[in-house]
Structures are given as C-alpha cells and as structure tokens.
C-alpha cells in the first residue's frame, strides 16, 4: 500500500498502547527485511534512516525505493529519517516525500532549539510531513552524531513549553536510555515518561532500543513512549549474517543467495521486536 503518515502509525500506537519499531536500514536488502518482517508479523513498521546513509545514497533515492517496497507490502510504514541537524538534508527528505524527521537541534540553546524546531514544523507540515523533536541530547553516537555523554535534562516545564509551542508529532525525551551497546544496565526514568505524556500527550519516542529488555519496553510502552528505535542490532545482525554465511561456505560465490540469507537474518531479528512491542497483528 502507499506508505502511512507517520502521525496516523503513532496516533493509533499511542490510542492502543502499543510499540512501533522503527528500524535504522542502510540499504535496499535491510530496508526489504524490515518490511519482510512487518509483513510476516502483520505488523505496522517505520523503517528509519541515519544521516550518513542518506548522505551516502540521497534522500530522493531512498525515497522512491521506499515507495516501491512500500507499495508492494499490506502493511503500514512510513519513512522516517533519524537523527538530522542539517536542516538543507530536512528539507531534501520532506521535498522528497518522506513521512517524517527527527530535527535534532539539541546541541542549540533552549531558544534556539525552540525557534529552529518551529520552522522545521511550518515547513515539514506543509508537505504533510510529520516532526520529531528533541531537546536534550541522547547519550551515545548514533552514525557519527552525538556525543558519549550526552546533554543535560532540562526540567520538566521547559520540555512540555518546547513540545507545546513547537507543534511536534512525537517527541524524544533523554530517560536514560542510550545509543550503541549498554555497558552495564541503564538506569530508566519512567516517571519522565509519564510525567510528559500526562501533561502533552504526545507519543514518545524511546532512542537505544538496543540491549534494552522486554519488561523495559513493556513499561515505556504503557507509559506513551510508543515510537522504539532499533539501530545497533540491526548493524550486528547484518554483519554476524555475512560473517557465518560466508565462513561456512568459502567456495560459495552466489551473492543472491548471500544476500538472501542475510535477509532472512535481519527479518527475524526485526520480527522478534514487533512481536515484544506489541505492534505484531495490529496492521488493518
Ligand atoms: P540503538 O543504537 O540502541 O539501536 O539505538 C537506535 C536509535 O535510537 C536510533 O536513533
């Protein structure tokens, strides 16, 4: 089907308290996998996309193979660029015809994160394109941006000013959570969660989906942060799928049957994560 608006993915996900993954692809065989699983699991999907890889294959070819894959599957998705700063590749992305972005603003003051953000929204809402903000940094690099660190919290009525009068469809708050793989267990601040959802409701979105556990997703499920990124895992599952396909088989030279196992790989990892968030046997 052509693709679905992501306010339309994140309103019913938010309504029903369920979780939508939005995978971090890097090319065409990640992006089909993603949308494989989605199908398998009748599941809605965002497949996700990092600055670098726009940057590597353009925001208008990653467009139109979305809406072809998108096309041919029964499911909901939306595409969605992650990550982004640049506000020249915001605009390539919603000229193209994506579903939505991440303008990540969070290295600017409070105010100019605030004014940047709404004209972000203005533009972006014009083409019908839907915004995702963010306003402290998230711990941990996600494709070469970010910082190990991360940014400071900021209190709790400058994120709902910043959620209000920017006008953004989801929102990405710092709860602890962290990009790239955990080095002992994260320490979750669900109270933010609901703390923001309760004032501004509006979906959250859960940034280091990686490592994270089942009963944490289920917790930041229910609390309205709906919208889970998965990156780094679908990173080492494509890698770990080359390595022992092509280990076990040194005299192989077939690459559509690489690639082919390979996608199998990916599909089952994504599938396993619709069916923790929920979101398996929600598409209509
Ligand atoms: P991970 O690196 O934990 O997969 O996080 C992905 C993410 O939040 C993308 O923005």
Partial sequence: MPSVPMQVILK??????????????????????????????????IVQVSLKTVKQMGARLLALMFEEMARR??????????????????????????????????????????????????????????????LEAIKGVEDGIGSENGGAVVALDKALQFVRETGIDSFAPAIGTAHGVYKGTPKINFERVSEIVEAEPVPLVIHGGTGLSDEVFHELIRRGAVKTNISTQLKITMADSFRAYLNERPKEYDPLKLLNAVKKDVQAMAAGYMRVFGSAGRAS
Avoid at 21 to 42: C, K
Avoid at 112 to 134: P, S
């Fill in 73 to 134: 599957v029964q499911v909901p998705a939306a595409l969605h660029l992650d990550h982004c700063p640049d506000r020249q590749v915001i605009q390539d992305c919603v000229e193209a015809g994506w579903s939505s972005v991440l303008f990540d603003a969070s290295k600017l003051t409070f105010e100019d994160n605030l004014a940047q953000t709404k004209e972000v929204v203005a533009l972006a809402h014009r083409h019908g394109v839907a915004v995702e903000g963010e």
């Fill in 12 to 45: 019913d996900a938010f309504e029903k308290r369920y979780g939508v993954g939005a995978f971090n692809i890097v090319n065409d065989l990640t992006m089909d996998a993603v949308l494989a699983a989605a199908v398998e699991t009748r599941s809605p999907v």
